[in-house]
């Protein structure tokens, strides 16, 4: 079966402080791995895709990385704005087009 | 990036009315759009895929009389509550599928509340 889970389950940062978020999956075949902020009462935000062992992406403070067994989610230098919720999803090979995702880490940046 | 759009954001009806969302799709074309719903402080529920200009597939315990899906064109996607009751009230969440990077794209919700 495949699982995603996610970690910290909750972080709080200091402005500035930077750490990551860990998202370790088990899938059978990977097609994509999808990263997503949520704020509160919205729909998720995408952040990167990524397919392959060795990928990263970055945007602005983010940068996401991918092995075979997990992914990391950078944040360098945080701010206060990009307190929210981070999810982590796969795709998996073999015609399911249904995401599996992690619970989710909730960042906490506080100024 | 691509956008999605639901139109209401919110709504507030009786018991026993039913209710449309609409999801669309901005600058892509989606065969596939999903709806899921989302209760407070909890993760995604995936209620049904559907494929355009076919029926939609439910996920198990999701009532399909009850929570109708067209998804008549390549860039909207209707879900449906019908007789909706108290129990209902959640946020549900739309998403559609850009099949040139298998990236899912979400809208903003829809918060309904049945009174």
């Known amino acids: 079966e495949d699982q995603v889970t996610q970690s910290p389950e909750a972080l709080r940062l200091q402005e500035g402080e930077s750490s990551s978020l860990n998202c370790s999956y088990t899938v059978s075949g990977l097609r994509g791995l999808f990263w997503y902020r949520q704020d509160p009462g919205k729909g998720p935000e995408f952040l990167f895709t990524?397919?392959?062992a060795g990928e990263e992406k970055e945007k602005e403070r983010l940068k996401a990385t991918l092995t075979k067994k997990e992914s990391f989610l950078h944040i360098t230098a945080p701010k206060p704005e990009d307190s929210a919720t981070y999810l982590c999803?796969?795709?998996?090979?073999?015609?399911?087009?249904?995401?599996?995702f992690g619970k989710g880490t909730k960042l906490t940046v506080n100024p | 990036g691509a956008v999605v759009s639901q139109h209401p954001s919110r709504v507030i009806c009786k018991s026993g009315t039913s209710v449309k969302i609409e999801c669309r799709s901005l600058d892509f074309q989606a065969t596939t759009m999903f709806w899921y719903r989302q209760f407070p402080k909890q993760s995604l529920m995936l209620m049904a895929t559907?494929?355009?200009?076919?029926?939609?597939?439910?996920e198990q315990g999701v009532e399909k009389d009850k929570f109708l899906i067209n998804h008549a064109s390549l860039t909207l996607s209707t879900l449906t509550v019908t007789s909706a009751h108290p129990e209902d009230s959640s946020f549900y969440i739309c998403s559609a599928q850009d099949r040139s990077t298998d990236t899912q794209y979400f809208g903003p919700g829809t918060r309904l509340t049945v009174l």
């Open positions: 990524l397919y392959s």
């Open positions: 559907s494929n355009e200009g076919s029926k939609a597939t439910y």
């Open positions: 999803a796969v795709l998996a090979q073999g015609g399911s087009e249904k995401l599996v």
